[in-house]
C-alpha cells in the first residue's frame, strides 16, 4: 500500500488464465499460453479511477467493475481496522487507482475473456490493497465464470444457498498436475466481437427457455457428479462424451431462447462433423469439442493424438500464408495422414475457416509477475506502448 507522503504509485501486476467450459458448473483453466495480464497502480497522485483495456481507456464505471473495486477497497479498510482498532486513518485506501490490462487471446469472441480479465483483476487489486483469503466469490460478481479461474486445473463452481451469494464460490475439483497427457486445442473461427454478450444471452435464456429450466434442475446436477469422476479416473472417453453433449445441449438452449441466439456458425459445424467422423474412423473416441458463447472450437485429446488431428484440421481447414504461424503456444509435432483417413472424412475443404490455432494445456490459477519491466503502466501510471 502506498504511504500517504509518496507520488510514486504503489503497482502491482498479475495473470490469469482463460477457462474453458467442460460442464455448466465445472471448468478446466488453461496453462499462461492464454492469459490476462492486468497492473494495478495506487497513488495519492492520481485524480480519478481509470481503466485500459487492450490498449484503449474504457468506462471504469461499469456496474460489474465497481462492484469488484468496492469489494476490495472494503476488505482493505476491515483489514486495517482488524490490525489497529484504535486507528482513523486509511493511509493508501482513498487513494485513486488506475488499471491496465491486456489479453493474449480474443477478446467477446466466445472465449471466456471476461472470465480471465475479472480474475485478474480482483486477484491484482487484493495484492494491491493487501487483502487475503477467498477471492472466488469476488470474481464472481464481475463474471460468474471469473470465480474458476482463480484456481488451477479442473474447477467447479459451487452454487451456495444464502441470499447474498457469499457461499456461492469455486472449488478446485483436481490440480493442473492432475492429468498431464490432456491436451487442449483453440480453434480460432473468428476473432470479432460476438453479436450477443453470453450475459445478456443467457439473461433472455433464463426468461425463455423451459429447456434451460430443466437442464438446471433435471440434468446438469447428474453431470456434474459423472464429469467429476471421470476427471478424477482421467477417463478421457467418458470426460469427452459429456463434453460434448453438455456443449451442444448449451447451444439447444440458446435455440430454444425466444429469439433464438445463433453462437455457432457453418465452420463450427464443420469442426463438429470432422471430430465425430474421426472418431468414428478409429472407433473410440480420441477428440471432443466444446463451443462456449461464440463459434470458436475447443478440442480437448490425449497427447498422442494431437499432431494427427492437427493434420487433419490444416487439411480441411486450409490456412493462408503457407501455414505461417498457424499453430501458436506449444509446439506440436508434424504427422502424416493416410489416403484412407482422409477419404473417411469425407469434407469438403473449408479454405482459411479456421484462422490459427492455440496449441495448449491446464495450468494454475492468477501468478503475480514479479519482473517490475512487465508492468503494463508507466511510473506516471500510464500505459506503456505496446510493442
Not at 482513498?94 to 471476461?114: D, E, M, Q, R, W
Not at 492429468?179 to 453479436?195: G, I, Q, T, Y
Not at 490459477?365 to 506502448?385: F, I, R, T
Request: glycine share 6%; hydrophobic share 35%; aromatic share 8%.
Amino acid at each position: 500500500m502506498p504511504e500517504d507522503n509518496m507520488d510514486t504509485p504503489c503497482m502491482v501486476t498479475c495473470t490469469a488464465p482463460m477457462n474453458i467450459a467442460v460442464i455448466k458448473y465445472c471448468k478446466y483453466t488453461l496453462n499462461v499460453t492464454l492469459k490476462t495480464t492486468t497492473t494495478v497502480a495506487i497513488s495519492r497522485s492520481f485524480k480519478e479511477d481509470r481503466l485500459w483495456l487492450n490498449g484503449k481507456e474504457e468506462d471504469i464505471s461499469h456496474p460489474r467493475l465497481q462492484s469488484c473495486l468496492r469489494e476490495i477497497r472494503r476488505l482493505a479498510r476491515k483489514r486495517r481496522s482488524e490490525r489497529n482498532p484504535r486507528s482513523t486513518e486509511s493511509v493508501g485506501l482513498s487513494h485513486k487507482v488506475h488499471i491496465c490490462s491486456v489479453n493474449n487471446f480474443p477478446t467477446a469472441a466466445g472465449l471466456a475473456s471476461s472470465a480471465a480479465g475479472y480474475a485478474c483483476l480482483v486477484y491484482t487489486l487484493a495484492q494491491a490493497f493487501g487483502v487475503e483469503g477467498e477471492l472466488s466469490g469476488i470474481a464472481r460478481q464481475g463474471s460468474g465464470s471469473a470465480c474458476r479461474s482463480m484456481y488451477g486445473g479442473f474447477v467447479q463452481w459451487i452454487m451456495g444457498s444464502k441470499e447474498d451469494g457469499k457461499d456461492s464460490v469455486a472449488q478446485q475439483v483436481e490440480p493442473e498436475s492432475h492429468w498431464p497427457e490432456l491436451r487442449v486445442l483453440v480453434l480460432v473461427a473468428s476473432a470479432e466481437r460476438k453479436p450477443i454478450g453470453s450475459t445478456s444471452g443467457m439473461q433472455t435464456s433464463v426468461q425463455t427457455s423451459l429447456l434451460l429450466k430443466h437442464r438446471a434442475e433435471a440434468i446438469v446436477p447428474h453431470r456434474m457428479v459423472d464429469m467429476i469422476e471421470a476427471v478424477r479416473r482421467k477417463d478421457f472417453p467418458a470426460f469427452a462424451e459429456l463434453t460434448m453433449k453438455e456443449s451442444n445441449q448449451l447451444h439447444a438452449t440458446c435455440l430454444d431462447t425466444h429469439p433464438p441466439i445463433f453462437y455457432l456458425n457453418s465452420v463450427s459445424q464443420h469442426i463438429i462433423h470432422l471430430v465425430h467422423r474421426y472418431n468414428k474412423y478409429y472407433g473410440e473416441t480420441r477428440v471432443a469439442y466444446s463451443f462456449d458463447a461464440g463459434p470458436n472450437a475447443v478440442i480437448f485429446a490425449l497427447q498422442q493424438f494431437v499432431p494427427e488431428f492437427v493434420q487433419l484440421v490444416q487439411h480441411f481447414f486450409p490456412p493462408d500464408r503457407n501455414g505461417e504461424d498457424f499453430i501458436k503456444g506449444l509446439p506440436v509435432k508434424s504427422a502424416a495422414l493416410t489416403v484412407e483417413l482422409k477419404q473417411s472424412i469425407g469434407l469438403e475443404p473449408l479454405p482459411k475457416g479456421v484462422n490459427y490455432i492455440i496449441s495448449t494445456k491446464a495450468g494454475p490459477g492468477p501468478l503475480v509477475v514479479e519482473d517490475p519491466s512487465q508492468h503494463l503502466l508507466s511510473a506516471e501510471g500510464l500505459p506503456k506502448k505496446m510493442v
